[in-house]
């Protein structure tokens, strides 16, 4: 059976002024059809341009190396219009800011029978009623279906965006920071809403956030991020449960919930991606760092079944 | 009125008193409209918000975006005026007090907003941008190479104090060159330079990595501990304002809906907007995945407050007597007629929700007399779907001249409670 998704060596590389900046490096990883994955990881980290380069919307000129494999196509190797007919069809994306994503010159019906009739030959009656139902299932009335963007709330942008993102029913959404301009109420009832339509679609869920507590609520699997590295990957209980690379325990630690008793952080800051670290990159701020992080640069290992860490000291965290 | 006032603690002094603040913003409204309606279009932004601040403690002000936490913070630096109500600082009202006296308050008092990056000058040197306090607030008396001499001293021992250091050389640099963590450590700097006595921190921490704003959050309580600093720190997220408030306060659409003891509203929150606030909070353990109490829809626009607790269209525990009136059987309706499953023949006899009107405790529609009864029958249908205490809250259906309508009966009174050492303001609580 081939994979959903698997990505194979990727690399993106921005060009600046001051030189090359490595934003993701050497990254694999597979997704299961289904499955909900989180990407999580600070400013920076590249978990957006992992997203982007899904989608193939990374801006011109940016270096990529390595294959993402959709459904046996690769993606970075597709023409302009094979890879458009793709989008939005069977690959999905979220913004984090809804209102700087819908026109604000358009009516919400017209954003909906716009990307219909791209992809699909229906007549402009149909793809109208399917719009009236996409916003439907959101708890949205279709007497609101020739509003412009500025009369919804927040929420309900979000909601329209999410039912835009849905109305072709692909395979895969991305969702990049879905709720982080949010209230914490409205995130909830968004997350409710996430869960319930992949249960309904049976729709795989690649989540993008630095917000460690929704990964928990409503991943199967998390992909740790760091300075452009995978340095860590398995199923949320492991990784909640036992993290094995030291970013991830520092990331756990530094939620803010409830129970704390303490606070803690990561010293340091992100270092710079243009010239990073030798050896492990997070060793500057690593406090379990040894010489062979600084000489040696660990490669993502197997632990234990399904639960991968690129520390040369996974093994002492089991 | 209860008083807000801790008793008993003789030490602590009061440092900030607000008195039932109110900040409203007028809507534009174009002008044909503003003549047939009279009545003037206001957002109630803050609407009767009281609460005491004592020397040397932090009071967080917790709510969703547009319950006005952000304005009662603005309103007490004074960057705007209130519509009514009273600031009093330092046994001195400032709330209508104009700008001469406002700019010397500014040394008593400063404001941290959410985005360091939006909130420093992009060319202005670090150094300089938290030495300008200095200069602003100058007396005329020293020279200028004496005094440059001392703001860039104490600009580095801040820098120091705040932890942006290596300070000589972060001195020179551009807000671009820094990290967001590093950035908020500017803006604090900038804000205690003067060593004010009360601090508004709005947001501070939100806009930064989970990773660095537990740093930021000990850089705050440690600055407090030094310099008796008083805060009020607003914010949506209930688990940061649990770790570092003394006191918190829940506002609601323009209320205060409890305050009281950190302690004593987290182990046990009374309002039912606080238990859904809290509620929400992910636990990061993927093993337990929670019910949440979530309250229906959104918060409503602060124009046409809700009538009676103006949670009770969102609220769980809702009882008959919350405030129900027309325009929650028109939501109602309009849910109903929405849901593709329900409404078919609903539609026909109902009509499309257009035709329906609310005003005050009644909603309406303009009928024939021959299909009134069908009408009542089908509205006593829909009530029974809706939640019970609406239904009980209805006082008659029928026909009223041309109209079928539904008159709710009026809501009870609501008052702040004392319960143990909080207040509450929500009828479950009032006898």
Known sequence: METFLKIDDLSVGYWTRRGKVGALVGIRLEMSEGETLGIVGETGCGKSTLGKAILGILPPLTEIQGHIFFRGRDLPRLGLEEYRRLRAKEIALIFQDPMTRLNPL??????????????????????????????????????????????????????????????????LLIADEPTTSLDVIVESQILEIL????????????LITHNMGIVAEICD?????????????????????????????????????????????????????????????????????????????????????????????????? | MIELTQSGDTESSEILRVENLQVH??????????????????????????????????????????????????????????????????DRNIAKAKGGTIRALRREMQIIFQDPHASLNPAMRIGDAIGHPLWIHRSGSQSRASFRREARENVLSMMREVGLTPEEQLYDKYPGDLSGGQKQRAVIARAIILEPKLLVVDEGVAMLDMSIRAKILELMLDLKRKHAMTYLFITHDLATAKFI???????????????????????DPKHPYTKALLSVIPV???DKRKEKILPRGEVPDAVNLPLGCRFHPRCPAVLSSCGWEGRDFLDLLDEH????????????????????????????????PTDAAKITERIRAILAEGPAAMVQAVGTVGLQ???????????????????????????????
Request: glycine share 8%.
């Open chain 2, 401 to 431: 001249g041309k109209n079928v309508i539904i008159e709710f009966r009026g809501p009870d009174t609501l008052a702040q409670t004392q319960v143990g050492e909080r207040i509450v303001e929500c009828l479950l609580y009032q006898n």
């Open chain 2, 337 to 368: 007629l929405s849901d593709p499953k329900r409404a078919g023949a609903d539609e026909t006899i109902l009509g499309p929700i257009e035709d329906w009107w609310a005003k005050g405790l009644v909603a309406g529609r303009k009928t024939g």
């Open chain 1, 221 to 318: 699997r998390v992909a740790v991020l760091y300075a452009g590295k995978l340095v860590e990957l398995g199923s949320a209980h492991d990784v909640f449960h036992k993290p094995l690379h030291p970013y991830t325990q520092g990331l756990l630690a530094s939620i803010i919930h409830l129970d704390t008793k303490e606070l803690h952080s990561i010293e340091g800051s992100p270092p710079d991606l243009i010239s990073p670290p030798s050896g492990c990159r997070f060793h500057p701020r690593c406090p379990y760092a040894q010489q062979i992080c600084v000489e040696k640069e660990p490669p993502l290992v197997e632990f234990q079944k399904g639960h991968l860490a690129a520390c040369h000291f996974g093994d002492t965290f089991l």
């Open chain 2, 284 to 286: 990061p353990d993927p």
């Open chain 1, 195 to 206: 869960q319930d339509l992949k249960r309904v679609y049976h729709m795989s869920l690649q």
């Open chain 1, 106 to 171: 358009m009516r919400i019906e017209n954003h909906f029978v716009e990307e219909i009739l791209a992809h699909e030959s229906v007549s402009k009656a149909e793809a109208r009623s399917r719009a009236r139902e996409a916003l439907l299932s959101m708890g949205i009335h279709e007497s609101r279906i020739r509003n412009y963007p500025h009369e919804f709330s927040g929420g309900m942008r979000q909601r329209i965006m999410i039912a835009l993102a849905l109305v072709l029913k692909p395979s």
């Open chain 2, 245 to 267: 408030c003394d006191r918190i306060a829940i506002m609601y659409l323009g209320r205060i809906v409890e305050i009281g003891p950190s302690k004593e509203i987290y182990a």
């Open chain 2, 25 to 90: 913003f007028p809507v534009k409204i174009p002008l044909l409209q503003r003549i047939v309606q009279r009545e003037k279009a206001v957002v109630h932004a803050v609407d009767g918000v009281s609460f005491v601040l004592q020397t040397g403690e932090i009071m967080g002000l917790v709510g969703e975006s547009g319950c006005g936490k952000t304005t009662v913070g603005r309103a007490v630096v004074r960057l705007i005026e209130p519509t009514g109500g009273k600031v009093i600082f330092e």
